[in-house]
């Protein structure tokens, strides 16, 4: 008899995580596990804020996938996903295709532009490895332009951040807290820089506590950041955006971060979705096809309190992994399937320089306390995915 | 009576160690001495091509002026020479104006285009701090560019040295051996960058003896550099080169290293002069301006051993600002005016990654010992300028 194959699709938080659990669920001759990814390395996208604004370097967000993988158990393939043939029961990948009985696609998201021209040709909206790098890079040198120019230009040393949500609000966050040392190694004087957080919604970090949005727009305030609220971008263009208004704001960084949407491999395959987004069954399956599991960004789930979906985080696909991996058990080995039910033990933003805020178990935290959570936090999606070595190797000092 | 009031202009290599050296030679009562310079800080042009490469961090190159000058002895004014009015005797700044009964020119050096369309518009020309830290920033921006982009483009990969002069090789020295870890920092296979070094004379480092010269080259092209020697530029476009055989390179990055020509600020005042240089008097004063002392790239020594001049180096700088120094404390105190005749105790020539090549007392010298030698020459320029605490602080461990 066949062994059961079984395709993950993207090494994110859930994806990765899935391959991690199912291969303690399941013996060496239970199934045989193939892991799809872009890049041969997972990448904590939750940190990305830091080495974008230049406050941590990259490499250590990422995680050799093969470091937290035993790759004798679960087969690694680094190709790309191009499409899903679910009715095929297969999976079209750049350079092979992979046939599967059970599937897992954890493919992530993409920005989302909510249709604003400009947006991919003129502003940094990839938040991975690759494009956070390209941010810190590109801001080092606007600074470093500035003294070589004759005509010293204000754009070169203005920021703008387009979305106030939590990755615009943390990245805000680091960049602050870092301009004064860019301003001291590149010779600007700091009134020069300026930094816009510009939001469309009528308030800054929309869900969180009133109070605490305060603590953080008063905290970034007083290190320089201007917020617009209440305040659409018509478009991105060369050297700027044109806001709702009419008003520009010229800056040769736009950064882009007012949200995502699921993978677009999703609508391209024939899945019913909202933005790259399928609303799943309790069991994490994706209707009408039972042999298919959507986790992490691309799953869609309705939080019955507030009737409306709960937010893309590590944390819910971190959890969807495990319940996933433990589902899809069940299907091979018998059992019933178990009803995925977020835990949501609370929501850290950072905001730089050892800030943070945030709602943990219901208590609202501000400042050292909250940076301190916010850093045990980050260690933890470490820890259940390569164990104490791992946050060892890449972990956060809270200290 | 009056102090005679000595003005210096620059505080690079000639006009630092003139006021650091006429504060020793003359006493409190005896002058009234200021150095004017556009910058704070004085900066090692010699080491600048580690900078610009990114293998030293540039704030090692600089050298706060107060901390190296005594000011309750030298008044030090931050601010831009615009014209010296020599029949007037003052200096024009930007902010205000000196009057001085004895001048020194330390103005140092521009880049030199030889009328080569483009430089300024479209490479990398200034070597300063600034101009260094640019050139870093954008290498490193080019690189995280590329697998940010749909379409992969070589030319952003591909790097143009115009000059395999000193400055020309250095910097590819420094940069061929960090390409290593530039590829492995930004995910980019190796065989993907490109180094070129143009060269329109029909050697590459021209004085040098053909076998260093060799040595040289045979070691750069085996981290990838490609020499094209005997090979004028004809223009400088954006995004490469056009040859004078009307071949082009694509490349983002262009580095203008042909030379340098002196300060235009000679031109501007009146000075008669060839590409910026006044042939001194022996005794380093311009020729009928009995009160104007010109060193360092300003001033044109003829070497008679070969009829040419001697190369603008740090080595003829320093030791022409000690000769300016007690010549201007003869004309205050009395005595015979000195004439300079350089000293030259060698050339050493970095190649990046602990190898040289280089003529000391006239032993030619290669790898790790021309490494070690030039090491020893570049903290040897410190201690003439802040002695051995400035050697602790910014110099260079040979080992």
Chains 1, 2 share one sequence.
């Not at 993409?110 to 890079?137: I, L």
């Not at 969180?208 to 603590?215: A, G, H, K, Q, T």
């Not at 959570?373 to 164990?387: A, E, T, W």
Request: net charge negative; proline share 5%.
């Amino acid at each position: 008899m066949n062994k059961p194959r079984i395709v993950i699709l993207g090494a994110g938080y859930a994806g990765l995580i899935t391959a991690v659990k199912l291969k303690k669920e399941l013996g060496y001759n239970e199934a045989e596990i193939t892991l799809v990814n872009k890049h041969q390395y997972h990448y904590q996208t939750t940190w990305l804020h830091e080495p974008a604004a230049g406050t941590m370097d990259p490499e250590r967000t990422r995680v050799d996938i093969k470091s937290v993988l035993d790759t004798n158990r679960v087969q690694f393939v680094k190709d790309i996903v191009i499409e899903i043939k679910k009715d095929e029961k297969k999976v079209i990948l750049e350079k092979s295709e992979l046939e599967y009985d059970y599937l897992v696609v954890a493919l992530g998201s993409e920005p989302e532009t909510f249709g604003v021209p400009g947006v991919f040709e003129h502003a940094f909206s990839k938040w991975t490895v690759n494009g956070a790098r390209q941010v810190k890079d590109h801001i080092d040198y606007m600074f470093s332009k500035y003294n070589n120019e004759d005509q010293k230009r204000d754009e070169l040393l203005t920021f703008v951040v387009a979305g106030a949500g939590f990755t615009g609000i943390e990245f805000i966050g680091e960049l602050s807290e870092r301009v004064p040392n860019l301003c001291k190694k590149y010779d600007v004087p700091q009134e020069k820089v300026k930094m816009y957080v510009i939001e469309a919604a009528p308030t800054a970090l929309p869900g969180f506590d009133p109070e605490l949005v305060e603590y953080a727009m008063n905290l970034l305030e007083s290190r320089g950041v201007e917020f617009k609220i209440n305040c659409p971008i018509k478009e991105v263009i060369e050297g700027g955006v044109i806001l709702a208004d009419g008003d520009e704001i010229k800056s040769e960084t736009v950064v882009w971060a007012t949200g995502v949407r699921g993978s677009s491999i999703i609508e391209k395959s024939g899945f019913e979705a909202m933005r790259g987004r399928v609303k799943v069954q309790s069991d994490l399956r994706a209707p009408e096809h039972d042999d298919v599991f959507i986790i992490g960004d691309c799953a869609l789930i309705i939080n019955e309190e507030i009737n409306r979906p709960y937010p893309p985080t590590a944390q819910i696909a971190l959890q969807q992994g495990e319940v996933c991996a433990r589902n899809i058990k069940a299907l091979i080995k018998g059992g019933e399937l178990e009803s995925f039910k977020p835990d949501i033990k609370g929501t850290v933003a950072s905001l730089g320089g050892g800030e943070a805020i945030g709602l943990v178990y219901g208590k609202k935290i501000y400042g050292n306390s909250a940076s301190f959570m916010k850093k045990m936090i980050d260690n933890r999606s470490l820890y259940i995915l390569g164990g104490p070595g791992l946050v060892m190797k890449k972990g956060k000092s809270p200290f």
